[in-house]
């Protein structure tokens, strides 16, 4: 039997599966999900798992400035580029167990595959943790990968604040130090040959489907918006109508034409208002200040260009007597994965005998970020009636299992080429 | 010279004034408004302001068990029922300086005159600041006025708690730990024989007229519901429009019906959507949960109930695929005041020489609890542009005097029937 058919039956789901099951310990919540934002001590607990798990199999570990945390297997030829697989480690406020946590446990099954089946490869593979990808505590989302590629500025990300006000290089550091690992250089980033990514679909076209495998062959484009409504508090009782600048009133009427302006026939542009902060919250007192958060996504930057212009229309337009303003916090384009790693996942499926499609990706992950530095691919698997960002958020063992052996196969090929 | 007219004379419009300066020191805020939520902190400062201005002029000092504050001048005919006069100190998160506290410095300056021009009262006359009429903290308002008046179980406010989860028996301890005054009676309420409360219009119709009292006629009823929207967390990029149950897009098309469905011709129906919460309020996860208040009021019942008729209609048909449901918190009763206090307050105003019209309130006040006790009646003063429930919050000192001289004149009549 070859390397790559002894790699691929040594992943073991039981192990992968229990291994999920220890993390959705840390930051777990009652109704079976996780709360571990970035850089919160159930991070850092995440972190001293993991690496715990390493050390125990002779891996060596690394992190890097923004916190990133790698663990290597050794290749024959150490000097040559490695091959990176990973996803990250943080969860949503209220997220499920595999959003990410899947990709990074995938990764290392596919170290412990290699070393159980007694594989060598010709370069190193590292599994990586990227920090904060979710983007939910501290903003924008992605920003380890980010900051690895360039894309984003270190100095810029130390600086950032959560809601409550703490600042992001604080809270690093007291991670790093509750998880201390050895420094892999001064800035974020070095020369890859290949990065593949695993991750749960998060969406329902794999279950509806019946398919096990998702060759995933590009990333949607995503935009983020601020609206800020600005009105006048009065008093709920003697106030008349004709008297009022209330920004609720201002926000449900442009919320709802921004609503109908992006209900596109096919149902492909995804259009969220996720946060709604409403001044100064007391039933008694008409609102004087409203401000909420957008997400628009699509395949095509010129559909999300056409859809901006859309919402800036109905901002200019749709608030007297309140004014109203919208400002961009963050694009991301359109990612394209490398043809080669498509291939190589597609006919990794094919060869072992997996059920497979061609598919786009409907949320961001760290991939878009690394697929300018090397060629990048990404495997799906299913997600229990594609739900995620939700603590009820499933997926089975089976499929897990199935999708990491896709997973080394790829990374097997990658690091002897 | 007459005791009305000495009496009415003796108020001093520049220590009336400096009063309210004095008062709105405690838990100012940078913008010249207040925030002092009832037993606050700032609220145990301002019971100790009074109380001490009160001792310095001899006058004796009750509180009861829910926390209402009495100032007490003593008649002649000392056991006769006393006449009251006050209003609140609490406000609002950010609130002004003149709602409430008017009233109760009103009442202590019309204390003040009648010492000062050496006016006897058959009956005493006391000044009361009550106990959380702004309900933003702890819910129901008007708590102390309600319990007063046995319209609100003592026990029942006594377990109500704010929305951190602080017990109201506990910070009423505190409050009356930190501004210690004599407890008179086990159980709040005593027999009355008049109540006269001055306020500020906190709306625009003297202002708009340029009338300087307002001859309070009655109060608008009130009533508070909660919605209450269930959708299901997603993830905003992968789920499709036609998979998401997304609570926000179904409170925006309930809160748009009811927003429309309120909008009277004569503009005298108040229909305010003044505290809303998304869930689980990330930029990124579909929405799960909405809740928001609403507070309706309306002179007449009648209109009311077929208001309150549409908003349940509403909510039974407008939220698939999301589940809303709707619950009445609050109902008060429209107020109508007593005749010969209208009479008396009205009379008052045209034998000054103030001009005067006749008005009901638009906002509910401690009066319409008392109302169904004693005789009583509210005198209304202009405020700036009809703002209020806002730091702006403004009146002059010529107005709060003039509605002080009307008070003390109908304090006096009431005060020697």
Known sequence: ????????????????WQ??????????TAKGGVNRQALSPEDAAARNQLMGWAKARGFSVFTDAIGNLFVRRAGSDDEARPILSGSHMDSQPTGGRFDGMYGVLAAFEALEALEDAGVRTRRPIEAVAWTNEEGSRFQPGAMGSAVFAGHYLLASALTVTDWKGVVLREALAETLAAAPATRRGDAPGFALDGYVEAHIEQGPRLENAGTTIGVV????????????????????????????????????????????????????????IGRVDVQPGSPNTVPGRVSFSIDMRHPSSEVLDAHEAKLRAIVAAGAAPCTASIERTMAVAPTVFDPDVIGLVRDAARRQGFSHMDMPSGAGHDAMHIAGLCPTGMVFVPCERGISHNEVENATPADLAAGTRVL????????NR
Request: no cysteine.
């Open 19 to 28: 291994r999920h099951l220890d993390m959705a310990k840390l930051g777990g």
């Open 217 to 272: 062959t590009s990333i949607q484009g995503s935009r983020r918006f601020m609206v800020e409504i600005l009105g006048e508090e009065a008093h709920a009782g003697t106030t008349p109508r004709a008297a009022r600048k209330d920004a609720f009133v201002a926000a449900v009427a442009i919320a709802g034409a921004m609503q109908a302006a992006t209900r596109d026939t096919d149902d492909t542009l995804r259009f969220t």
């Open 408 to 415: 080394v196969e790829a990374l097997l090929r990658l690091a």
């Open 1 to 16: 039997m070859n390397d790559i058919d002894r790699a691929a039956r040594a992943v073991r789901e039981d192990r992968l």
